[in-house]
T-cell receptor, first 116, second 114 residues
Framework: DAGVIQSPRHEVTEMGQEVTLRCKPI?????LFWYRQTMMRGLELLIY????????DSGMPEDRFSAKMPNASFSTLKIQPSEPRDSAVYFC??????????????FGPGTRLTVL | RKEVEQDPGPFNVPEGATVAFNCTYS??????FFWYRQDCRKEPKLLMS???SGNEDGRFTAQLNRASQYISLLIRDSKLSDSATYLC???????????????FGRGTSLIVHP
């Protein structure tokens, strides 16, 4: 299995531009998570999906952030308009069905976003 | 107060040393607990789950103390390759009952030197 795939790996953009991050979870996993990691705040859960349905988006910072999961093999996180304070590493992770509270999360390699 | 707290370190130890990290959590309804390892500029990866009875995996031992609401990780005979950031994760059942909310600590940095 290829693991969780994220693209792009690096993104440099200017303030005000739209940014779209992409994630392909591990096949068969029905939970998908989006995280943001910064030195100041550590790893923060932004939103997660179960069977393509958003379950908890309370971590999404503001209306500039949106996430979708149109099917079981693809999710996007969009920032519009982007701001310098959005600069961070964004991770996507997935986990398998079953007794989900005990399941391991598998992380993608992350997207390093820099907003100038 | 953060829901999951860790000493950021760094813990700087010589090879062969024994080192221990603690992680405290604030929600007594927390359901499951894990330690993840994150190497510099890499993604977090599961190191081990933490069971109520405590568990061991080679040089690594994890303990859970529900009464005091903390988990611990003990590393014996430290290797240079153990240098990394160790993140504790606490999962809590969400308000809907059928979902769970993973909360990560900020991580503890370990540096093992020759």
């Amino acid at each position: 299995d290829a693991g969780v795939i994220q693209s792009p790996r690096h993104e440099v953009t200017e303030m005000g531009q739209e940014v779209t991050l992409r994630c392909k979870p591990i096949s068969g996993h029905d939970y998908l998570f989006w995280y943001r990691q910064t030195m100041m705040r550590g790893l923060e859960l932004l939103i997660y999906f179960n069977n393509n349905v958003p379950i908890d988006d309370s971590g999404m910072p503001e209306d500039r952030f949106s996430a979708k999961m149109p099917n079981a093999s693809f999710s996007t996180l969009k920032i519009q308009p982007s701001e310098p304070r959005d600069s961070a590493v964004y991770f996507c992770a997935s986990s398998s069905p079953g007794l989900t509270v005990y399941n391991e999360q598998f992380f993608g390699p992350g997207t390093r976003l820099t907003v100038l | 107060r953060k829901e999951v707290e860790q000493d950021p370190g760094p813990f700087n130890v010589p090879e062969g040393a024994t080192v221990a990290f603690n992680c405290t959590y604030s929600n007594s309804a927390s359901q499951s607990f894990f330690w993840y390892r994150q190497d510099c500029r890499k993604e977090p990866k599961l190191l081990m789950s933490v069971y109520s009875s405590g568990n061991e995996d080679g040089r690594f031992t994890a303990q859970l103390n529900r009464a005091s609401q903390y988990i611990s990780l003990l590393i014996r005979d430290s290797k240079l390759s153990d240098s990394a950031t160790y993140l504790c994760v606490v999962n809590m059942v969400g308000p809907s009952g059928g979902s769970y909310i993973p909360t990560f600590g900020r991580g503890t940095s370990l540096i093992v030197h020759p």
